[in-house]
């Protein structure tokens, strides 16, 4: 993916899941964040990716039609990418693996691959929600920001300002961008 002016975002599948159900169960500025960099993106002043992994880490099957169709819709936009995995992503997430591994820190095999997807791809930010609860885990990836297995990466939980109407239901078009 070269790079351009434009701001690049990863999300990791949680952070799919957050937007596309509305944030059930996450802080308004976390919904505000994910709304906000979905606003870049379809006003076209970010890119946004992610794994080709993150579909079927998505489950269908538990989304309505709705859904569906805004996840569907949203990998039609030329700014919005799917990275399919290869052996330097694979190389790449083994070794993130057993670098934590041999800390005693296990990191799962589809994290390993979104961590190492967004180094080999440079994105300036990751944005997840894994380690975002009150109970931190050892393999949470928000620790891990700043330097992944000696890799430079920035990881945040996306967050922004709550406007007037967080938490009321908007329709789809409007959390696209449209009018």
Partial sequence: MPKNSRKTY????????AWL????GHPAEVIAGLGEIAKEVTENKAN????VITEPEILKGKLTTDQT???????KRRNVIQINMDSRIAKKASEIRDHYNSRGVKISTPDSIHLATAIIYQV???????????????NDLLPLN??????PLHIRIPTGQPTLFS???VSTEEQEGGN
């Fill in 146 to 151: 700043g330097d992944v297995a000696g890799y």
């Fill in 167 to 169: 938490g009321v239901e």
């Fill in 69 to 75: 169709t805004r996840f569907e819709n949203l990998f």
């Fill in 10 to 17: 990863y999300w990791d599948s949680c952070a799919f899941i």
């Fill in 48 to 51: 946004l990716c992610t794994s």
């Fill in 124 to 138: 300036d930010e990751f944005d997840t929600l894994d380690g975002a609860g009150e109970r931190p885990r050892r």
């Fill in 21 to 24: 159900d509305g944030g059930k």
